[in-house]
């Protein structure tokens, strides 16, 4: 009779057998070099299906290592260019992955031959202590990228090594939010949080937003540039489940036209371009009075709006920090207006990154809203977001989410009312609760609201832009030889390395009235980021310039 160790060791070689077979099929390219970061793994399309099929290796080992909690895995490249491809892992609570196990994701997608890929995975199984009987359980989806069906092959390969031993569920082509919420809600035991499905998704945001906007509809229409991305397809199935409480135009919905994806569209363009998309542009419905429309990224998990000043004939933009502001003001007013006790008294502030513009970060704090600043990536806007009871986070990218804690959820429905405006607070407070998608920034779930939040203000887009004047600011993109030599400190805000950089950037700043610059080496690509603002446009423009002239001579191409 087998012992159990023969029997186990057996399982193992099967398994290992499985892999390797695999593995075969999708060998690493030779002097590439992996890193996932705050994005996950995103490079050219071409470079990754090795990448796909030792990311599945990873999910199966978490979702085990975790009692067969469900695992996310999301094929996008967001908001880059269409020969762009990535994949990044969603842990059960819908948040990113936990950051320890980035370097574990990192090494098996740099492991050279198969052996060493064998080695490594057995090494990590050990290292982890996974017990490989435990079940796992893996959701995945992909957006519209012509490259999204090879690289789910791959991927499926992966998974597949593993026999009967996993149990996977394919959302097919949707968006990174929705993946994030359908992961959330199947590891969710009490169902309190939604169906874990796509129709799940759109059912909650319908059901909340109409709560909110109670007989103030139908709204104003809203035109909605896709990115030809797959934004389209959710809007699209959105607004047939709400009906036309918020009438929508969608734009850029060439989801099949190749190259279309974020090409000239879409949030990254607005917001580094500062200018409408062409094809908004020539739709000609910016000039009717109170317009405004706003426009999603590539996989619908950032949204910046705009409009055309009626009097200035000009471009104006309101981005992540004008979400963010608007939306912390208002959840302030419905907290005071909910009337709490002393014991259930809610505690709200807002994350931002070094990008917010500094007019907004003023503004927040001369109202008595706490502000706290942390590095660029969403998992640290996220972390620094739950230590409030409600904590709203947004980059200026136009990503972002509000969270509400389980206290605070707790606190709101066990409160007592004690006039109908403090019923109403509390029953709009708990409504926002269920429609802002509490796993990650949402496209959609942020244009909702946006969307409620004006509709109860009884505001336009220059209402809402009234607040406060955004100090200008430019973004530049520095190419360099090497990025690593590039070390950010203080929450980004500042250099560590080049030794002496920092005091040259200081220097600058000084010579511009309100000046502000920073430098940060980019996550994904071969190149850092300069961010300047200023007083003016003129002096905005002149430090920008200065200080990527110090960056180009710190990287020895000067």
Not at 153 to 159: D, H, N, Q, T
């Amino acid at each position: 009779m087998s012992s159990s160790p023969t029997k186990a060791a057996h399982e193992h070689a099967v398994l290992l057998n499985a892999i390797a077979e695999g593995a075969n099929q999708y060998p690493k390219p030779e002097h590439v070099n992996y890193t996932y970061g705050t994005a996950g793994f995103r490079t050219l399309a071409s470079k990754l299906p090795s990448v796909l099929f030792r990311v599945a290796l990873l999910a199966v080992l978490r979702s085990k290592r975790l009692e067969g909690a469900t695992i996310g895995v999301m094929v996008t490249a967001s908001h880059n260019p269409e020969p762009d491809n990535g994949v990044k892992l969603v842990d059960p609570s819908g948040e990113m992955l936990d950051p320890t196990w980035e370097h574990h994701a990192t090494t098996l997608a740099n492991c050279p031959t198969t052996e060493s890929l064998l080695s490594t995975f057995t090494t990590l199984v050990t290292h982890l202590r996974v017990d490989l009987h435990q079940p796992a359980n893996i959701v995945y989806a992909r957006d519209t990228r012509p490259s999204g069906p090879d690289l789910i092959k791959a991927l499926e390969a992966g998974l597949n090594a593993f026999g009967d031993g996993v149990k996977v569920n394919s959302l097919g082509v949707t968006t990174t939010p929705i993946l994030h919420y359908v992961v959330k809600a199947t590891n969710d035991k009490t169902g309190e949080y939604g169906q874990p499905t796509v129709e799940g998704y759109n059912q909650k945001m319908a059901k909340a937003f109409k709560t909110l906007v109670g007989n103030k509809g139908p709204l104003a229409p809203l035109y909605v540039d896709c990115a030809n991305g797959v934004g389209a397809n959710a809007l699209a199935d959105f607004t047939a489940t709400l009906g036309d409480l918020l009438p929508v135009h969608p734009l850029n919905t060439a989801t099949g036209t190749p190259g279309a994806l974020n090409h000239h569209c879409g949030a990254d363009f607005v917001k580094t371009k500062q200018q409408f998309p062409p094809s908004v542009q020539a739709a000609g419905f910016l000039n009717k009075r109170g317009t405004r429309a706003c426009s999603f990224d590539g996989d619908a998990d950032r949204i910046v709006y705009y409009y055309l000043h009626e009097s200035k004939n000009t471009f104006r933009l309101l981005d992540g920090d004008k979400i963010a502001v608007m939306v912390a003001m208002f959840l302030g007013d419905l907290i005071a207006k909910a009337k709490l006790t002393e014991d259930e008294k809610l505690y709200l502030g807002v994350v931002q990154t070094a990008y917010a513009n500094g007019s907004s970060t003023k503004y927040l704090t001369s109202r008595n809203i706490p502000v706290t600043c942390v590095s660029t990536g969403v998992k640290h806007l996220h972390h620094a977001a739950q230590r409030y009871d409600i904590g709203v986070y947004f980059e200026a990218n136009g990503h972002g989410t509000v969270l509400f804690s389980d206290n605070a959820i707790k606190t709101l429905k066990g409160a007592s009312p004690t006039s109908p405006e403090s019923a109403n607070a509390i029953k709009y407070l708990l409504a926002f609760s269920e429609l802002i998608n509490q796993a990650v920034g949402d496209a959609l779930s942020d244009m909702l609201l946006v969307e409620a939040v004006l509709a109860h203000r009884g505001w336009g887009a220059p209402e809402w832009d009234a607040g406060y004047e955004d100090l200008p600011n430019r973004l530049v993109k520095v190419e360099v030889p090497d990025r690593s030599i590039f070390v950010a400190t203080d929450a980004e805000r500042k250099l560590a390395y080049p030794v002496g950089l920092q005091e040259h950037i200081e220097e600058a700043m000084r010579k511009v009235e309100m000046g502000r610059s920073f430098v940060r080496p980019s996550g994904t690509e071969d190149c850092v980021r300069v961010y300047a603002e200023a007083k003016s446009s003129v002096e905005a423009d002149s430090l920008a310039i200065t200080v990527t002239d110090l960056v180009k001579l710190a990287s020895g191409q000067v």
